[in-house]
């Protein structure tokens, strides 16, 4: 007799849909590895594994700085979701924070430094980031956009909206001072002015028809005749005079008015301004630098007892931006750092790199030279629009060796 299958309501059941939906019990997730564990026994286990205790004894270094930056990330997160979805709406607190941690890879509160999301939404009231107000129903929010477009949006609806409502007095104000002239007229010539009364249409019978009278007046075919022999003969009148004026202006507007010496020098500089601001914008350095399969150099002395460190791995997977899962060469071994216990590899002249910041960041190239003087290098882009383009001037932290 073969196996039964297992019912509905077993425990193996009910686990395996648990884990298809993604959701499972908080309790027994680490935010430090960003692991989540099925039940009691495997959260035990991972406690006691390896990787925990590392990842423990470099959170234990600077514990105030992963709390700030999960706290971070969890209200940048929130914030965000909450100005996508609702924007400016009125919401309940428990049921948006329901929508928001239905994505299994959010951050989690217990990660925070607020205790519960009372204490949090008091503290989005008090920065002045969001309207919360307290109800018998509960704590809603109301998001504050404080976006430069969005404000400037909302300026001009409100100037269009002063100017249609002064447009409907301004008609106002002629339709009264129509009245009171013809007012003024009927008192003038010894007539009573009757103010105009608006009553409603009604019918004295069902049974009876409105008609409209709309017959056409039609001219007689001597006043036709007229009409059109004085047109033409006005017609012939005015050519002559009125060609030569034609095409002198209609060449008048095909020519392009020349620029004076003044406007040309004011067009000159707005372009240079333009093209500094798009220089600074495109050399912004962003914040997190790490790439999946670049070659990094661990500079954390107490990790491992000191065994990782000035020794180099690949990165397999960059977490949360400025985390990253890199696999040691040395040793057969997987850790998970942040990015400033770690330092960018330099390679040999002539091997491939690749940009991590300015404006080529993400392109792949062959290093050119090295500026020891100036602590900068000379990369040959390889890739992308600017394929076959040496940049120089490139400081050494921006560049790294690709495994």
């Known amino acids: 007799m073969g196996k039964q ?21 908080l309790r027994w997730y680490c935010e430090m590895c960003q692991k989540q564990c099925r039940d009691e026994n495997g959260f035990k286990c991972h406690r006691m594994s390896e990787a925990h205790q590392r990842q423990l004894l470099i959170v234990a270094e600077t514990p105030g700085k992963f709390v700030s930056g999960f706290s ?12 996508r979805t609702k924007q400016s709406k009125r919401v309940s607190v428990n049921v948006f924070y329901n929508e928001y941690i239905a994505d299994k890879d959010h951050i989690h509160m217990n990660a ?8 949090f939404v008091k503290y989005l009231g008090r920065e002045g980031k969001c309207i919360v107000d307290e109800t018998p129903k509960g704590w809603f929010i109301q998001y504050i956009d404080r976006d430069p477009e969005t404000m400037e949006r909302q300026k001009l609806l409100a100037k269009m909206n002063r100017a249609s409502a002064d447009e409907a007095d301004r ?21 009573t002015f009757n103010e105009p009364q608006y009553t409603e249409l009604k019918r004295s019978s069902e049974d009876e028809k409105i008609q409209l009278s709309l017959t056409p007046t039609i001219p007689k075919p001597a006043q036709v005749t007229e ?7 006005n017609t012939l009148k005015k050519a002559a005079g009125s060609s030569i004026k034609v095409s002198a202006s ?56 000191g065994k990782f460190y000035k020794k180099k791995g690949v990165v397999q997977e960059v977490v949360k931006r400025y985390g990253a899962k890199i696999a040691m060469n040395e040793m057969k071994a997987v850790i998970t750092i942040d990015q400033d216990d770690l330092e960018t590899v330099l390679p040999a002249v002539g091997r491939p790199v690749l940009i991590l910041n300015g404006r080529h960041r993400g392109l792949e190239g062959i290093l050119d030279s090295i500026q020891e003087k100036s602590f900068s290098c000379t990369v040959e882009i390889t890739q992308g629009a600017s394929k076959g383009k040496i940049v120089s001037g490139i400081e050494y932290e921006d560049v790294c060796k690709l495994a």
């Open 5 to 25: 299958k297992a019912g509905f309501l077993t425990p193996k059941a009910i686990g395996n849909r648990i884990k298809a939906k993604g959701l499972q019990k």
């Open 72 to 83: 971070g990330e969890f209200e940048r997160a929130f914030l965000g979701q909450l100005r």
């Open 112 to 119: 925070t430094r607020w205790s519960s999301l009372t204490e």
């Open 171 to 191: 008609q106002a104000a002629i339709v009264k001072e129509m009245v009171a002239r013809d007012r003024k007229k009927a008192e003038e010539r010894g007539e």
């Open 227 to 233: 009409s059109v022999t004085s047109a033409f003969k």
């Open 250 to 305: 209609s060449s008048d507007k095909d020519k392009k008015r020349k620029l004076t010496a003044l406007e040309r020098i004011r067009e000159e500089e707005e372009a240079k301004k333009r093209k500094v601001l798009e220089d600074q914008s495109a050399d912004k350095k962003e914040d997190s630098w790490l790439f999946k399969g670049i070659i990094v150099k661990v500079m954390n002395k107490k990790l491992g007892d």
